[in-house]
């Protein structure tokens, strides 16, 4: 877990066919960026060009690149899978962002002054196991064409 500020970020993977991200969460520039993420960039090496940076920084690494330079703009530039959030200890924003078709899913719920997401519902009984969910939501969520078989 890494903290900066009030802001506390944990990974857990529970995907078996994904690989451990080493870099999740992580913290960057002095600690004033903090990320993580679920991402697979398909344009890594056009990014690392537009951002004139070596092969060598990790995914993390350039999300945080792109939205120091871009910030919300910097999804018009990414290619891929991903869902991440970046918060800016020094702005006091937080940034969530995922792929434009969605195929990485980024829920969140807030409970008090607290605000949890993650990339599967599970991820929340964890944290609540008295949270529910909320089935009219679910049922028209479930009704978008072609949505079940991603969240199955």
Known sequence: MKQSSNVAMASCNSYLWVHPNPMNPMTCNEK???IVSDAIL???ESLMQLLGLSN???TNEILIEMYKKYG???LDYIVGDFAFVIHDS???VTFFARDQLGKRLLYYCRIGNQIYFGSTL???KAVDASIEMNEKWLVGFIG???ILH???
Do not use: G, H, T, V
């Open 72 to 74: 919300s703009k910097s």
């Open 42 to 44: 398909d344009n890594r």
């Open 56 to 58: 060598d920084l990790s």
């Open 122 to 124: 599970n991820a929340f």
């Open 144 to 146: 978008i064409p072609n």
């Open 90 to 92: 020094l702005n006091k």
């Open 150 to 152: 991603e969240i199955i």
């Open 32 to 34: 004033r960026y903090l």
